[in-house]
């Protein structure tokens, strides 16, 4: 038999071809719309910023365009520096506090049994309350007169510190409004990770005469990789953003202890007017956590041995 | 009496207020291959999950080697298990699966090398060991996931459905091979599946379990032969034994002096040594391959209603007055829906079981 016996399949007929050529096309069309929000809103923003932080502006937004000038100043700006240490500092101890504590919530919601529902809801709720709502409350709690946490001291017979008016124990305050705040996400982000191992892994290390803390270690840990690369963006990202919940506490003070860079740049843009300078802290803050996501998703999420990548 | 090497006591387990099994007693001898078969949800997964330690005891005890090990902690009682899912450590090397148990027991370098040098040459893993578990086919998983349980060297191999995930093919292989393994080794071994065929061709011991309770235990042909109830009868066996509801009567045949009325006017044969009396309800069984089919006119009429050739044999669909009778033959049978043809039944090949009780009679 000749192969042309077998090619007597009609020619496509018009309507074929469109339906064809819709199907392909399609599903890229369906993207557009959000690609040019995300874009438009975005990548406006960014590129605006950028541009901006290579002016000198006026209070009447006059620019003049100064190159790299404002790189220089702010670099060599000493308020700058140590906002930064300050904030690297702030991000490594909510790191540390905020995945140690998301990372006990989840396993704790995930071994749960009675009420495991109304526990999961409810820790939640301190990432539906707004940076400020959180930051009034933790004011509420750590006033040195009449507040929660000095009235439990005086009740102890302790001593009742000045939470907001000492520099190292504002800071400390901070950092745990921050985690108070961006703990429940992480810990849910967490908890799925922890509800994709199966069970029979766990199983299979009891028998091989792992206890607790080398599963932990040795199983969960290495398992959850990408969901913990995936809460470590997400902790970064709102600890090195992070500007309503100190503007609300101690609006950078006291003696600038709480000034991070967020801080800074709302001073410096919209205090003092110089949206150059601003922007410049901007595109610090963007390259921060641009730089840090990307280190976190090739460590946690592509170099994942679970899928047979190794680095 | 004598010892089993695993047995269990009176063993009970309920999950909540629901009780799972409601009294196990069995004896495992020393290297004996045993399969606990069942329906899901029999309970035998549990069983077994208890043997491993991985599930509490409610009553009863189990023994491995004269002890109690009820309280034993899973990874001292000397057992390894296989899990259907494979359970292979995802993000480690088949070596560093491997090598896992050992390096938990922290067992010198040189006892791991060796044990997983011994494994991985037993089950033709050595051209894998740096792989990882996303690289490997589900034979080779199932092959580590065994491997694994051989580093551990266990009194006792527990085996949880583990060929559920593969294909037919490679499912018929892993039998033979665990089989071979097993001659070879001669750990006694604890087997649970839902596959009749596993149970028949794998088994020292088939342990039919039903509702948390042991129907019945034996040889896999013994068991095959002669049932001792309905389920057991009903359970194994592909395709399923025929079970026809009937009445014993008396018949005028001195040779055939009992037979059973299935439906008006038809009497089926029964042995002579079965313990029915006239008038009893009974369930009359017959496996398909014990259906003779012969020309119309030489037996009870039957008209074919669905031909199902598989090859190797035929499977066949039968009315027979209103009753529907599956009939395998191992010959290439040419009939075709409509036709008519004639049954006999060797009465030496009938199971009866009385109705009330499901019992063998």
Known sequence: MSLSAVRDEPAPTAAERVSDAARLTVPYLLVVPGLLFVLGVLGYAVAGGFWLSLHETDMFMAKTFVGLQNYIDVFNDPRFQSSLWRTIVFVIMSIVLGIMMSMIFALTLYHVGFGKRFFRGMSLVPYFVSGIAAAIMFRFVFTTSGGFVNQVLSVLGLHQPSWLGDPVLAFIVAVLANCWFMVPFATLILLGGLQTVDRDIYDAATIDGAGAVQTFFKITIPMIKPMLGVSLIWVSYISFSTFDIILALTAGGPQRATEVVSMYMYQLAFLQLDFGQGAVLMVVLLTFNTVLSLVYIYYFILADRRHGREL | ?361
């Not at chain 2, 949880?160 to 294909?167: H, V």
């Not at chain 2, 399923?240 to 439906?263: C, I, S, W, Y």
């Not at chain 2, 030489?298 to 209103?322: F, I, Q, R, S, Y």
């Open chain 2, 1 to 361: 009496m004598a010892e089993g090497y695993v047995e269990y006591r009176g063993l009970k387990k309920s999950f909540g207020a629901t009780p799972i099994l409601h009294g196990i007693d069995l004896k495992i001898d020393e290297g004996a291959f045993v399969v606990l078969v069942g329906p899901s949800g029999c309970g035998k997964s549990t069983l077994l999950r208890m043997t491993a330690g991985l599930e509490g005891v409610t009553e009863g005890q189990i023994r491995i080697a004269g002890n109690v090990v009820n309280r034993v902690h899973a990874s001292k009682r000397g057992i390894a298990m296989v899990f259907q899912s494979y359970a292979l450590y995802p993000h480690m090397s088949v070596n560093e699966n491997l090598a896992f148990s050992l390096k938990m027991r922290k067992a010198p370098l040189e006892r791991i090398t060796d044990a997983i040098k011994g494994a991985a040459g037993i089950l033709q893993l050595s051209p894998l060991l740096e792989r990882l578990p996303a690289q490997l086919s589900g034979g080779q998983r199932q092959r580590v996931a065994m491997g694994r349980a051989l580093v551990r060297e266990p009194a006792v191999f527990l085996f949880d459905e583990p060929l559920s995930n593969l294909d037919a093919k490679l499912r018929v292989e892993m039998r033979a091979e665990i089989k071979a393994l097993h001659q070879r080794l001669a750990t006694t071994t604890i087997y649970v599946t839902h596959d009749q065929i596993e149970a028949m061709t794998m088994a020292d011991t088939v342990v039919v379990m039903h509702d948390g309770r042991i129907e019945q235990v034996g040889e896999p042909l013994a068991i095959y032969d002669r049932p001792e109830n309905l389920f057991v009868a009903d359970f194994l066996g592909s395709p399923a034994m025929n079970l026809l509801d009937g009445k014993v009567v008396a018949t005028d045949f001195a040779d055939q002096p009992r037979a059973v009325e299935v439906t008006d006017g038809v009497l089926l044969p029964i042995p002579s040594e079965a313990e029915a009396e006239v008038g009893q309800s009974v369930v009359y069984g017959i496996r398909p391959e014990h259906v003779q089919l012969v020309a119309p006119d030489a037996g009870e009429p039957v008209t074919m209603t669905l031909v199902e050739p598989a090859g190797w044999e035929t499977h066949l669909h039968a009315d027979l007055k209103g009753i529907s009778l599956r009939i395998l033959s191992v010959e290439r049978v040419g009939a075709k829906p409509g036709d008519k043809a004639a049954i006999l039944i060797d009465p030496e090949r009938v199971h009866l079981f009385d109705r009330a009780t499901g019992r063998r009679l």
